[in-house]
């Protein structure tokens, strides 16, 4: 490509697709299109491949969904070689798996990397979007795929003097590359949502100290990770076509489903015993595989959540603390459920502690540390656990336009008018991997459905010879009336998350928005697959 210095003043670089993002979904969409005959370039933002297993290096990075079930299904092959360390890997083994698949396919040949996108716009008499790095690079492709993620867009807390800080200072999605010395180092941790509640856990076995200001507790459960046995790592590889399969099955593509009892139809001892039996079991069966009315039913929630309360108190022994630690403001379930490893345990320790700041506010970071309304915290070492601008955040920090000017984040500051949650009207040719109102749950098991069906309407536009595509105004109200609809009947559509938009920390970002399709893959995969055996009737071509 052209260097920096003259890249203004010469053609962009063309080629048939560009793709933003080198993770999970980049790096698959990539090979897929490579199937097509594609001249592809793919813009990565960081040094290398992983995408969310790159940035997310903080202490106690792991899944949360069973590693066996996580991988890439697409290569019988990959299968076989690859040895997963642990039912739920860590961050480590999880980065070098897909270094490994970048590898084993030489997907690097078509990536760009440190190469942040500024910008993307859409030439609209000659069919073609121009993508601009930050670099101030540029290059052209009729077909632009974005494959961002859900949960790339960090967010730093909206306090007064955050830059004066003289210590070590960091978000846990920018954790430095090189070891963070915590050994007797006074610590503090501003956040307790998922990623918090697995660095915690670490953090806390070297700092001398360790302050936690929590302004919202969540619900959490045990992971119960373990390491794979020889004899369990034979018996996973001959097993895979059941995996998957049993995946398909599920309404979130986990390997668990939900119960059909009600909580409510049951007697109290059958009720507490089932679910003595999901909490000493690994995974999400909890939170998915639960029965049927706790996450619709108020009085059905009120039960779990009372149970999750119980098992808070019998394992912090400070009643005090406890209730702290006990969520007021959602039910159990209706925010995405971080697993723990120990976590409440932490707080038993002597060089723990926990900072409500709904009775302590923060006023604002000193050089020292944190200001409180009541104290000043002194720190060598901050940490930003403060979460994401989920779904639409990775894409309102770019300027994506569409013809005459019409800005994606203009669009979306509502909600988002998307097809399928792959194309947002008025968009021609921009297809998304994980965009607002496509399912999830297991992200891989979602990310290859999407790159497939992604992958068919490309190969349906080369076959016809259709240059531009983009959905019919029909179709994507009639989808998003879907998408409330879907929504409306669960107790988590009114409960402030990254999952309905929220963060306190983004302006525009305090009301929910419903972002997902919650009515379940099996369900989505049934009518994107209608779509297509339909031939596309949904969508204009050109």
Known sequence: MASTSSATAQAPDTFDAIVIGGGISGMYQLYRLRELGM???????????????????????????????????????????????????????????????????????????????????????????????????????????????????????????????AGHAFHTARWPREPVDLKGKRV???????????????????????????????????????????????????????????????????????????????????????????YSEPGFGIWVGNFKDVLINEDANQLASDYMAKKIRERVHDPAVADKLIPKNHGFGTRRLPLESGYYEVYNQPNVHLVDINEEPIERITPAGVQTTAAEYAFDILIYATGFDGVTGPYDRMDIQGPDGRRLKDDWIGLPQTMLGVQNEGFPNLFMILGPHTARGNIPRNIEELVDWVTGILKFMQENGHTRCEPKHEAVADWVTRVEEASAMLLSADVNSWQTGVNQNVEGRQTPRVLGYNGGTVRYRRISDAIAEGGYKEFLFE
């Open 39 to 165: 001249k592809v370039r793919v813009f990565e933002a960081g040094s290398d491949v992983g995408g969310t297993w790159y940035w997310n290096r903080y202490p106690g990075a792991r899944f949360d969904s069973e590693s066996w079930s996580y991988g890439y299904s697409f290569s019988k092959e990959l299968l076989e070689e690859w040895e997963w360390t642990e039912h739920f890997s860590p961050q480590p083994d999880t980065l070098r798996y897909l270094n490994y698949v970048a590898d084993k396919f030489d997907l690097r040949r078509e990536m760009r990397f440190n190469s942040r996108v500024k910008a993307a716009h859409f030439d609209d008499a000659e069919t073609l979007w121009t993508v601009t790095l930050e670099s101030g690079e540029q290059a052209s492709a009729p077909i632009l795929i974005t494959g961002l993620g859900p949960l790339s867009a960090h967010t730093l807390p909206n306090i007064a003097g955050r830059e004066s800080f």
């Open 188 to 278: 503090g941790v501003i956040g307790t949502g998922a990623t918090a509640i697995q660095a915690i856990t670490e953090i806390a076995k070297d700092a001398g100290t360790l302050h936690v200001f929590q302004r919202t507790p969540n619900w959490a459960a045990p992971l119960h990770n373990r390491k794979i046995t020889p004899e369990e790592q034979v018996e996973i590889k001959a097993n895979y076509d059941e995996i998957f399969a049993r995946c398909r099955e599920t309404a979130t593509c986990f390997i668990h489903n939900t119960d059909p009892r009600n909580a409510l139809d049951l007697p109290a001892e059958e009720r507490e015993a089932f679910w003595d039996k999901l």
